[in-house]
Structure formats: C-alpha cells, structure tokens
C-alpha cells in the first residue's frame, strides 16, 4: 500500500534552532517525494521535491530509500517558517499521496 | 503570476442537496485534480483528469461524484446528493506536465454539509 507518514502533528522550536521534519514512506516501486508548505490563509505549495535536489528557503530533502524516509531539513530557523508542511508521494500515475501534515512553530 | 482559482470559497447545502464546486486552472495546464480534507484529516486524492476524461480515481470518488470540463476554463465538482460526511475543504489542482510534475493548488472550498 502506498502511504506518507508523518510522525509529528506539531513541532516548536524557537528562531536559531535546527528543525528537522520528519517523513517515512512505504512503496514498493521508485517514488517521487515532495514537501509542499501552507503558510497562514494562503494555498498549498510545492517547497521542494527530491529530484531537483536543490535548497528552497534554506530547507533541505534527502531522500532515504534503505530508511524510506524524506525528512525536511533546515539549519536555524526562521519566524517565517511556520507553516503546515505536507509530505507527499507521487506513484506512477499522476496523484498525490500525503502526509497528515506537520505544523512547525518558530517562537522569537 | 497565475494562480488556480476557486467559487465559492465557502458553500453551505443541505443533506441530500446537489451542490458544484467550481475551478479555474492556470490556463495552460493539461492536467486536473481534486482532492479534499476533512477537518483535522490529510489530504485525500479524489479524481485526476486528462484530456476530456478521468486518468484515475479513489474509492471515496463514487457514482455521487463527477467531474467535468464544461469549456476551455472551468473545470466542476459535481455531488448529486451531499451526505453528512462530505463536508470538507476540497482542493482543485492543476499541473503543466502531470507525471509528476508540480501541482499548483486552488485557495480551496469549505462545504459544509448540514
């Protein structure tokens, strides 16, 4: 079966602070992995995504295949950054698969 | 720069009541979703859409769903008879590419089923 989890509904860190998000997948093929980020009263968006392997905002995604996991990184972080993020897995078809969502708040 | 929109932002109906749910994707993408989120819930594939058809659909899409691309813009959700359950946030997205590209997702509609 295909499935995201995320193993944390909330995560506080204060600003400076490492932050890592985590994500687990499972799913037998080769998949496409995402963080999509929902900042207050704004729309879901793609943050990253593994096979472009570059930096977004300072946050990093490795993709872990012997671990199936993709967990969310970022070195200090920023007031700004709290947001909801999303995990997700895209299959062979074209749909999305996502996590519950990890709410990240950065305290001053 | 352009953005998926959706109407209306919130909708409120009564059980067993039809209600559409509609999108305008970015204009030059060939690719269509709907996904919705329960409170409290994740976000669940609902029907992709390609080309005047669906690609694919999930279980909960069943026969009281359909989708449909009246024009060159607008793109429907259609529940014939709303139950209790169905009140969620529904996401339209849309994609340039599908296959996994990028999906760009609308402000969402809160349907709230009474």
């Not at chain 1, 995201?4 to 093929?29: I, M």
């Not at chain 1, 943050?47 to 295949?65: C, M, P, Q, V």
């Not at chain 2, 559409?20 to 609902?46: A, D, M, T």
Request: glycine share 6%; charged share 20%; net charge neutral.
């Amino acid at each position: 079966a295909q499935r995201v989890t995320q193993p944390e509904k909330l995560l506080s860190v204060f600003k400076g602070a490492p932050v890592e998000l985590k994500c687990n997948y499972s799913y037998s093929g080769s998949p496409e992995l995402f963080w999509y980020v929902q900042y207050s009263r704004q729309r879901l968006q793609l943050l990253l995504r593994h096979i472009s392997r570059e930096s977004i905002k300072g946050f990093t995604a490795d993709l872990n295949k012997g671990e199936t996991s993709f967990h969310l990184k970022k070195p200090f972080a920023q007031e700004e950054d709290s947001a909801m993020y999303y995990c997700a897995l895209s299959s062979n078809t074209d749909k999305l698969i996502f996590g519950t969502g990890t709410r990240l708040q950065v305290f001053p | 720069e352009p953005e998926v929109t959706q109407t209306p932002s919130h909708q409120v109906t009564q059980m067993g009541q039809e209600v559409i749910l509609r999108c305008v994707p970015i204009s030059n993408h060939l690719y269509f979703y709907w996904y919705r989120q329960i409170l409290g819930q994740k976000v669940e594939f609902l029907v992709s859409f390609y080309n005047n058809e669906i690609s694919e659909k999930s279980e909960i899409f069943d026969d009281q769903f359909s989708v449909e691309r009246p024009d060159g813009s607008n793109f429907t959700l259609k529940i014939r008879s709303t139950k209790l359950e169905d009140s969620a946030m529904y996401f339209c997205a849309s994609d340039l590419r599908g296959g996994q590209g990028e999906q760009f997702f609308g402000p969402g509609t809160r349907l709230t089923v009474l």
